[in-house]
């Protein structure tokens, strides 16, 4: 299920991009502990020089303001059939193919459970001397590439997005439900409003048990079981909306982590902001904000 995400760097000067750059080279990230392999590479560039070939490029072109650089993440999940040898392989070719004629840095970070790769790229041509422009649709290209290559891969895409119809209630459910007597109701209504705060699955399932619902989903079983207050068990497939559906929750909870490293990324890249491009960097407050968001995904199951 891997997913291209957008990062939006609403900081775009020289020491914003210094500080992304320096972020996604970190070797505690890009270092297998296994095998010392590092996942550092560049595309018409050395990747460990990327910040000074992008601004001699910039340079160049008389092209060092407005936007500096663009950057993306492509992630795995830990159920994706990747090594971090193939996940930077399949990174390599996308990169090459999504942004032709432009310098990009391509690390693959390896110190979580998720394999991720960040792809940081220089917003000037060093062919052309022009900018990268981007549209509402470039993302959407960008994902349909990235499925492309990936199933070259054997790596399953997300599956696209289908409206279902959804099941009718029964005369007895509506009866019941306008009388806010139904457990299967309130059942619904108790999902939609833990989904409102949970940031991880293992952080819904805590949240469900306070409400008094006992919460099975497991890899191996194909629905979620719910165990309510009353007794009753009621499997996802029972309610009445796709969105309840096990592989919905899944890919939901997969979307709001990519944001959340996003977000967090973008505050890492907003400390290096200094004048002389050197950074805030003595109290580590950036790397601990993105080693924070790691660690909570990974509560044990």
């Known amino acids: 299920m891997p997913i291209v995400r957008f990062i939006k760097n609403e900081k775009q000067n020289a020491s914003a991009m210094k500080g992304s750059i320096d972020y996604c080279l970190?070797?505690?990230?890009?270092?297998?502990?296994?095998?010392?392999?590092?996942?550092?590479?560049?595309?018409?560039?050395?990747?460990?020089?990327?910040?000074?070939e992008f601004m001699t490029t910039k340079l160049a072109n008389n092209a060092d303001n407005g936007r500096y650089f663009?950057?993306?993440?492509?992630?795995?999940?830990?159920?994706?059939?990747?090594?971090?040898?193939?996940?930077?392989?399949?990174?390599?070719?996308f990169a090459e193919k999504a942004w032709q004629g432009h310098e990009i840095l391509v690390t693959t970070h390896c110190d979580r459970n998720h394999i991720h790769t960040h792809f940081i790229i220089n917003s000037v041509s060093f062919e052309t001397g022009k900018k990268l422009r981007q549209n509402?649709?470039?993302?959407?290209?960008?994902?349909?590439?990235?499925?492309?290559?990936?199933?070259?891969?054997?790596?399953?895409?997300?599956?696209?997005?289908?409206?279902?119809?959804?099941?009718?209630?029964?005369?007895?459910?509506?009866?019941?439900?306008?009388?806010?007597?139904s457990w299967k109701f309130a059942l619904m209504f108790t999902i939609d409003n833990v989904m409102k705060r949970a940031k991880t699955k293992q952080e819904f399932i805590d949240e469900m048990k306070r409400n008094g619902y006992q919460v099975l989903w497991t890899d191996e079983r194909k629905y979620i079981t719910y165990t309510c207050p009353n007794g009753m068990k009621c499997r996802d497939i029972k309610l009445h909306q796709e969105k309840y559906r096990k592989e919905k929750?899944?890919?939901?909870?997969?979307?709001?982590?990519?944001?959340?490293?996003?977000?967090?990324?973008?505050?890492?890249?907003?400390?290096?902001?200094?004048e002389d491009g050197t950074g805030i960097t003595g109290d580590n407050r950036g790397e601990r904000l993105l080693e924070s968001t790691d660690q909570s995904e990974q509560k044990p199951e």
């Open 26 to 52: 970190q070797k505690c990230k890009t270092v297998d502990s296994q095998t010392g392999q590092r996942y550092v590479s560049g595309i018409n560039c050395n990747g460990l020089n990327a910040y000074r």
């Open 70 to 93: 663009y950057q993306y993440v492509q992630s795995f999940s830990p159920k994706d059939n990747v090594d971090y040898d193939k996940a930077h392989k399949i990174a390599l070719e």
């Open 136 to 181: 509402p649709n470039t993302l959407k290209s960008l994902r349909k590439l990235n499925d492309e290559i990936c199933a070259k891969y054997d790596v399953t895409p997300l599956k696209p997005y289908t409206k279902t119809k959804e099941k009718r209630l029964s005369d007895g459910e509506y009866r019941m439900a306008m009388k806010g007597e």
């Open 249 to 274: 929750m899944e890919l939901e909870f997969e979307l709001r982590r990519i944001e959340t490293e996003k977000c967090t990324a973008e505050s890492y890249s907003q400390r290096y902001d200094s």
